[in-house]
């Protein structure tokens, strides 16, 4: 007599986690307050904050994720305060 045949056991796949949309803002510090919308037609992303009403608006491409939106926010902030920082700590001529 033969051994029965055996099939492969088939292994689910595990679903893909889900991205934040709701993020914590960087101006006036309420948690999930920071909502990332996107409108593929216009190419523009927009990240807003329903707390403090502040806005950064940004053009996207098909690839775009809201966390990238929110990503792009925080360096041009941190941009913008390094070069004030830098204006600060320049050397005086005597």
Not at 3 to 15: C, G, I, L, W
Not at 28 to 56: P, V
Not at 60 to 83: A, F, K, M, Q
């Amino acid at each position: 007599m033969g051994k029965r045949k055996t099939r492969p056991k088939v292994v689910p796949k595990k679903p893909q986690p889900k991205l934040d949309v709701s993020f914590t803002c960087p101006f006036c510090n309420h948690d999930k307050s920071i909502d990332c919308s996107m409108d593929m037609k216009l190419k523009t992303g927009e990240a807003y904050c329903r707390a403090c009403k502040a806005i950064y608006i940004t053009s996207i491409n098909h690839l775009t994720e809201p966390i990238d939106i929110y990503s792009e926010w925080l360096d041009e902030c941190e941009r913008v305060n390094g070069s004030e920082d830098n204006s600060r700590k320049r050397p005086r001529s005597a």
